[in-house]
């Protein structure tokens, strides 16, 4: 066990939809990572929270947002869904965002679009 | 930009056999390496890291080296067993960008 709570393990939903996704971090982590794992693109980085400020931005589309909570749970939201963003979320949360220290993963959000 | 290239899978061994899986890497500046494995259905964990060059990294039976003028991190384990059986990710974090960019993944069965 990661420490790290990734909630709803699953999740089924219509294209056009909207959908958030949510994570607890591991106990006094501040950074939280948000990732995307599909077939066809592997495992992609799409934003980093640190204590409630956006870090860092990868490939997250316009249709996606994150925030950080002041209790450091993050939730990534997706909207206007469609077919191609069925994949595996992942968050990752280490404590200080640094270089050297490892990021702890979450077991997955498993979203479906149909 | 980052980048990590591994090698494709799926690789498939028997038991006690030798393992290597390449993986080499494009950064800029000095960056932290990774392995990482997925077990089926699980979520990713930390396998083993080296944050400088020349560093080994080891757990598990698991090793790498960090070699800064190969700019390589090649995984390597003595003798596999059907439990390794999972996906390994190669990921490197350099000092610019501190989100982990990982590589294509290598998938490895290991047959009794």
């Known amino acids: 066990d990661s420490g790290v709570t990734q909630t709803p393990k699953h999740l089924i939903t219509a294209t056009g939809q909207r959908v958030t996704l949510r994570c607890s971090p591991r106990?006094?982590?501040?950074?939280v990572y948000w990732y995307q794992q599909s077939l066809d693109q592997g495992l992609q980085f799409l934003i980093q929270y640190y204590n409630g400020e956006e870090r860092a931005k990868g490939n997250i589309l316009e249709r996606f947002s994150a925030q950080q909570f002041p209790d450091l749970h993050s939730e990534l939201n997706l909207s206007s869904l469609e077919l191609g963003d069925s994949a595996l979320y992942f968050c990752?949360?280490?404590?200080?965002?640094?270089?050297?220290?490892?990021?702890?993963f979450g077991q997955g959000t498993r979203l479906t679009v149909v | 930009g980052n980048s990590v290239t591994q090698m494709e899978g799926p690789v498939t061994l028997s038991e006690e056999a030798f393992l290597t899986i390449n993986c080499t890497y494009t950064?800029?500046?000095?960056?932290?390496l990774f392995w990482y494995v997925q077990y089926p259905g699980e979520g990713l964990q930390l396998l083993l890291k080296a944050t400088k060059a020349d560093d080994k990294g080891s757990n598990k039976g698991f090793e790498a080296t960090y070699r800064k003028e190969t700019t390589s991190f090649h995984l390597e384990k003595g003798s596999v067993q059907v439990s390794d059986s999972a996906v390994y990710f190669c990921?490197?974090?350099?000092?610019?960008?501190?989100?982990?960019?990982f590589g294509s993944g290598t998938r490895l069965q290991v047959q009794p």
């Open positions: 990921a490197l974090k350099d000092t610019g960008r501190r989100a982990l960019t």
């Open positions: 106990s006094g982590d501040l950074s």
């Open positions: 950064a800029t500046g000095y960056p932290s």
């Open positions: 990752a949360s280490n404590p200080d965002g640094r270089r050297d220290t490892e990021a702890f």
